[in-house]
């Protein structure tokens, strides 16, 4: 598989090289497309100004809405002058219990790899740590111009990153759950309810669940194709440069007296 990113991950003063895999399947999504009946030929949309036209691609810029229909136009100088400067190295700044971690923030699954040999005994330090201590390691990324929240945690033999939402992507569920009536249940339909979902409880396995429709589109489309029924008619990241290769323990160290040690353990390992 071709990696979607590549990058460095970083502990403190240990960095090691990284790949990111998609952990979802696009291509098992059917997608239907809008056809010209006559031709055969898909639709194509044009990019037009009411009262204009069509529009030249030249001519073309990005601009913010703040007010209606009033604009700010931004250059691509200006956009590119914003960018986040670390465009390839994903720090983890802090460490959190993942059960902490309110899922609402979570937005798209991403399997996290080592680049090569070379980063494999750094990358499984990392996993074996955050398995041992139950926590997600938190830190921010840059991929395709865009700055994202990410958390990090062991996935079997790898580690997952998690694509999240900032706080202020969030609708506050106050207002939407305002409606909802102040009704205090009967005991005895708890209880029956509680009996009903202890009945159908058990391990999670997603492959008993079908997507019904996507079966049933595919059904049809391959029915029609058998009947002759048919009509005729990518970008890479640039790989940052590889570092120079570390001695794991001793920036692991390094990283341990940076953030600082406690005294009575320099003192005991001192004293021997």
């Known amino acids: 598989m071709r990696p979607y990113w590549k990058g460095h991950l970083r502990l403190s003063l240990m960095t090691i090289a990284i790949e990111l895999h998609t952990a979802t ?22 990019k037009t100004v009411p009262g204009k036209g069509p529009v030249a691609e030249e001519d073309i810029v ?27 190295t994903i720090d983890l700044t802090q460490f959190t219990d993942y059960c902490d971690i309110d899922p609402r923030y979570f937005e798209r699954p991403y399997y996290l790899v ?11 330090v990392i996993r074996e740590a955050l398995r041992s201590s139950a926590k997600a390691g938190i830190g921010q990324m840059t991929m395709r111009g865009k700055e994202s929240l990410v958390a990090i945690r062991p996935c079997g033999r790898g580690l997952l990153l998690e694509a999240m939402r900032y706080a202020e992507e969030l609708r506050k569920s106050d207002a939407i759950f305002a409606d909802i009536p102040d009704i205090k249940p009967e005991k005895e339909m708890v209880d029956l309810a509680k009996e ?19 079966e049933a589109l595919r059904a049809l489309v391959e029915e029609k194709r058998k009947a002759g029924r048919i009509v005729s008619e990518e970008e890479k990241e640039e790989a940052p440069p ?10 692991l160290r390094a990283s341990v007296g940076k953030e600082g040690a406690k005294p009575a353990q320099r003192k005991r390992r001192a004293g021997g």
């Open 25 to 46: 399947a696009s291509a098992a999504r059917l997608e239907l497309h809008q056809i010209d009946q006559k031709t055969g030929k898909r639709i194509r949309y044009q």
């Open 62 to 88: 990005k601009g913010f809405e703040i007010d209606s229909g009033k604009n700010v136009i931004l250059t691509p100088e200006e956009l590119d002058k914003i960018k986040p400067e670390t465009k390839h």
């Open 114 to 124: 080592p680049a090569d040999d070379i980063a494999g005994e750094g990358y499984v």
């Open 196 to 214: 009903l979902i202890e009945r159908k409880s058990g391990p999670f396995h997603p492959e008993v669940f079908k997507d019904h429709y996507r």
């Open 242 to 251: 590889k570092g120079n290769v570390i001695d794991l323990m001793a920036a």
